[in-house]
């Protein structure tokens, strides 16, 4: 899930695909897979984004602009503004004290801020100038933003109405990113639901009652120290064992909670209510220390299975060249900007073969060609998305799979007559690049095994590609329905008939659509 204060920007698109796959995957073996998408509605980052709303009076959506892309902006917008305020007033604390050092360092912060609020402004000018007066104007828009926060976590009625209708339009575009990108969610879980419903007052009190309950400058927390035996629980709950841990904060001094104890409510939510064997957290590599302390958290409050069977599948960052990303400086490139460009390539490559395709079409191909660059590399590694890369129907990429399993099904219906199963070669099989494709259609099986174990995406699609590459240079080297002995012609349609199987039962895994012809 991605916070509800802007689009899926190119990061959350990896989110999306590395959770769609595990989830294809999981029920392609047997099981009973459920995905939900966890909504943040708590928190700072909300309530700036819902604090610009409002002290705009509830503006329009301008013409031209998807809903989420627009609450982005705005979010970016007021977060900017909020800064600047305070760093002005930092500046002029530094002034008074002859303290030029730091004059002169926050003015040069306030002046890359500056240079991010215009690009912002270039987009929404009217809106963002609205802005700009409403916060520099009043006394103290902190205090309101926390004042804010605390109500919601309340449940003050007006306040829960704000904030609900402010999530639900970014979630109203988020909705239709997902859609394009064809990745399925059955339950939207909002975080407040948890604090409604008391789960988190449970956890609160549990905590303080136990022997780890502690407080941490003034805070309560848990203190993982008190732990015997720490080392060991931490390899047994796959904690690295290297990883620092310092007490789990559960709540603020206002007596709002943090997100990592709400995050302990709602993982028992999750093995409660659907009946978990597991739970596989998708969620950025830097959340590992939150990540971490919830494991333990849920371990030494007494939920040792749901410690032990709750498994945080971590990924690392989207970099786009030249690039450095923020959405809290609404520096981000979207998932639909992304789809978009794909899409026009798409286009503009089936026009230079003399075809044309539209937007349906082109649209498969692209979020193929999108969600293949996010599965086939190591989630522990940062991803450089290449669109040329992307979109290179002669190797590695969805589009040369899609191509592939086109190729073998053409075959297959150029042949015309069902297969003589009866009349097969078996012998022809010992022949050169036959016998590779051969051992790898045989190979299937295992690697689903694996991959299903591990959740690899980047092992599937090697393996894969390894299947596509042999296919296409037997089938350059080979005739297949001109073959002249009958056997061995069966044997031939044998193997292309296990290409095309495999391939669509792999693409399918890995969330890629499977095509009649690209």
């Known amino acids: 899930s991605a916070n509800p204060i802007h689009p899926l920007h190119i990061g959350s698109g990896r989110n999306a695909a590395l959770g769609g796959f595990i989830a294809n995957l999981l029920e392609s073996v047997g099981h009973v897979v459920e995905r939900r998408y ?195 629980l931490k390899r047994k709950l796959g904690i690295p064992e290297a990883l620092d841990i310092p007490p789990l904060i559960l709540a603020r001094s206002d007596g709002t909670t943090l997100y990592t104890t709400r995050d302990i409510a709602y993982s028992i939510v999750k093995f409660r209510e659907f009946n978990a064997d597991k739970v596989v957290n998708v969620i950025a590599i830097e959340q590992t220390l939150a990540q971490s302390q919830l494991k333990l958290a849920l371990y030494i409050l007494g939920y040792e299975k749901e410690a032990q069977n709750l498994i945080h599948y971590e990924y690392e960052m989207v970099n786009l060249p030249g690039m450095s990303m923020s959405s809290r400086r609404g520096k981000y490139v979207t998932v639909d900007e992304i789809l978009d460009q794909l899409k026009i390539r798409v286009k503009e490559f089936a026009k230079e073969r003399g075809t044309d395709i539209d937007d349906h079409e082109a649209l498969k191909i692209a979020r193929s060609a999108f969600k293949y660059m996010m599965l086939s590399t190591s989630p522990k590694k940062v991803i450089t998305f290449d669109v040329e890369k992307a979109l290179d129907i002669s190797r590695n990429s969805g589009p040369y799979l899609q191509y592939t399993y086109a190729r073998a099904r053409s075959v297959l219906e150029k042949y015309g007559r069902p297969i003589e199963w009866d009349s097969v070669d078996v012998n022809s099989f010992n022949v050169g690049l036959r016998r590779r494709l051969l051992m790898l259609i045989g190979m299937f099986p295992s690697i689903i095994r694996y991959v299903s174990k591990e959740l690899h995406s980047e092992d599937l699609i090697s393996y894969l590609n390894s299947l596509a590459d042999t296919f296409n240079s037997w089938y350059d080297t080979e005739p297949i329905i001109r073959e002249s002995m009958g056997g061995v012609r069966n044997a031939k349609l044998m193997l292309t008939y296990a290409v095309k199987v495999i391939l669509e039962n792999g693409l399918r895994i890995l969330g890629l659509d499977v095509l009649p012809r690209v």
């Open 38 to 232: 966890y909504v943040n509605d708590l928190g700072l980052q909300v309530a700036h984004l819902v604090y610009g709303y409002l002290i705009l009076g509830k503006p329009k959506v301008p013409k031209g602009i998807k809903v989420d892309h627009f609450m982005g902006l705005l979010y970016a917008a007021t977060s900017i503004i909020l800064e600047i305020r305070k760093l002005k007033s930092k500046a002029e604390e530094a002034k008074k004290s002859l303290d030029y050092e730091e004059y002169s360092r926050i003015m040069t912060e306030i002046s890359k801020l500056m240079s991010d609020l215009q690009s912002i402004r270039d987009k929404i000018p009217d809106i963002t100038d609205k802005l700009i007066d409403e916060i520099m104007r009043r006394k103290d828009p902190e205090r309101e933003v926390a004042e804010l926060m605390r109500k919601y976590e309340e449940g003050d009625k007006e306040v829960v109405k704000n904030v609900r209708e402010v999530v639900s339009l970014v979630l109203e575009g988020i909705k239709e990113t997902l859609a394009k990108l064809n990745v399925k969610i059955d339950k939207w879980d909002w975080e407040s639901d948890l604090i409604r419903k008391g789960l988190v007052k449970e956890i609160l009190i549990k905590a303080r009652n136990s022997h780890y309950f502690t407080l941490h400058k003034g805070a309560p927390a848990l203190d993982f120290n008190k732990v015997v035996g720490l080392k060991e």
